[in-house]
């Protein structure tokens, strides 16, 4: 079945095409959710009710650009969303001099698995930032935008992330070069 099919049968609510979707995309939608989330526990939480919203929403995907980007789309929003409830979000002075840290990791002495522990354990704000500054290419004044924020605060939040996984990383025993 082609995956314009599939769409139009999850459009017309066919459970099987539901569950087809979901198993040809939610491992990837599950490292999206790692992503943004604090543990695993909560990206799951993330990854099925995200899901649920794809499929409420699906039928507005009008087949216009990509179907994984378009999910991908929903599922951040989603994500964001819930930590938009909480009042974890500082605003800070727009004269904020954003000085970049620049950290180079060395494959063979930090693994991916390590990046992945330390961004998790970020505070909400940095982590969220971070990720779609750096892993998602968001502007400064996208995330603004997406997380009700102003420009000084996405950049200040950048920079202590960066600061912070520094840190870690030089703390845990990585060899430390240059992270953009």
Wanted: hydrophobic letters at 35%; glycine letters at 4%; one cysteine or more.
């Amino acid at each position: 079945m082609s995956l314009e099919q599939l769409i139009n049968n999850c459009k017309k609510n066919d459970i099987k095409a539901q569950e087809q979707l979901y198993r040809l995309y939610s491992t990837k939608l599950f490292s999206v959710c790692l992503k943004y989330s604090r543990n695993y526990e909560e990206a799951q939480d993330n990854l099925q009710e995200g899901f649920l919203l794809i499929f409420e929403k699906i039928n507005q995907f009008s087949f216009k650009g990509s179907f994984e980007g378009w999910m991908k789309r929903i599922l951040i929003n989603y994500v964001l969303q819930q930590y938009r409830k909480e009042t974890f979000l500082n605003i800070v002075d727009e004269n904020f001099e954003d000085k970049e840290v620049e950290v180079e990791i060395d494959d063979e002495d930090v693994s991916m698995d390590y990046l992945l522990k330390i961004i998790q354990e970020l505070p909400d704000k940095y982590r969220l930032v971070f990720n779609l500054y750096v892993i998602d290419g968001y502007s400064h004044q996208e995330i603004a935008d997406m997380l009700k924020i102003s420009v000084g605060t996405s950049k200040s939040n950048l920079s202590r992330a960066r600061l912070i996984l520094k840190e870690k990383i030089e703390s845990g025993n990585g060899k430390i070069k240059s992270l953009s």
